[in-house]
């Protein structure tokens, strides 16, 4: 009878943890397909924080020293930042929020980023599901070069870099998508469309 007793507190121990473990969201799409945007109307609608790890790399990048020239580098190739400094970035602005409701923006886009998510931080938090934005190449890359133009401050938003990083999302991205697809995580959502409707269809997802 004791024993049944302690077995019945330790479950609800467990499950407060699981109650108390932060809940996130992965958004994956091509580049321009409008991931930062639709994160900040969920954000402001759903009470979710929104973490770009496009922005935190920014950021990091924009300030002096050996990290900074290194990022830099990795994105005027059009190549993928280590997971390392990835992950490191986003678990200390997750921290930092305060909050327990995180959509993350731009990651994990490929299988080290995967795996080094699985190894530091899948069971710090819950994965709730994955949004999907699906957007035709050609589109993604007109709006891309538009954000440029108009002074998006991104040394990527060029045909250049950007011919690089849509073939690195075909290469490396997609089968992150098709991985989480397999156990049933995926929501796709239609991006070629106007923000507004883009954003009727997520809510109607939620």
């Known amino acids: ?72 580098e990795y994105f005027r190739n059009g190549t993928i930042v280590p997971v390392e400094i990835t992950c490191k970035l986003i678990e200390t602005a997750m921290q930092n929020s305060g909050k327990q409701k995180f959509v993350i923006d731009g990651f994990p886009i490929d299988k080290d980023n995967l795996e080094g998510w699985n190894k530091v931080m899948a069971e710090k938090v819950e994965l709730l599901f994955v949004l999907f934005f699906d957007c035709p190449e050609d589109i993604c890359v007109q709006r891309c070069l538009k954000r440029g133009v108009h002074g998006s401050g991104r040394t990527d938003d060029n045909e250049e870099s950007l011919k690089k990083r849509m073939q690195t999302y075909l290469n490396v991205s997609m089968p992150i998508i098709e991985h989480f697809n397999k156990k049933e995580l995926v929501h796709r959502i239609n991006a070629d469309q106007e923000p ?7 809510k109607l997802e939620g």
């Open 196 to 202: 507004k409707e883009v954003f009727g269809d997520i």
């Open 1 to 72: 009878m004791r024993q049944n007793f302690v077995v019945q507190v330790c479950k609800h121990i467990f499950n407060m943890v699981d109650v108390l473990k932060p809940k996130v969201v992965f958004v994956l799409g091509r580049p321009g397909a409008g991931k930062g945007t639709q994160c900040a109307n969920i954000a402001k609608e759903f009470g979710f924080v929104h973490i770009s790890a496009g922005d935190l790399l920014r950021e990091e990048r924009s300030k002096p020293g050996k990290l900074g020239e290194l990022i830099d």
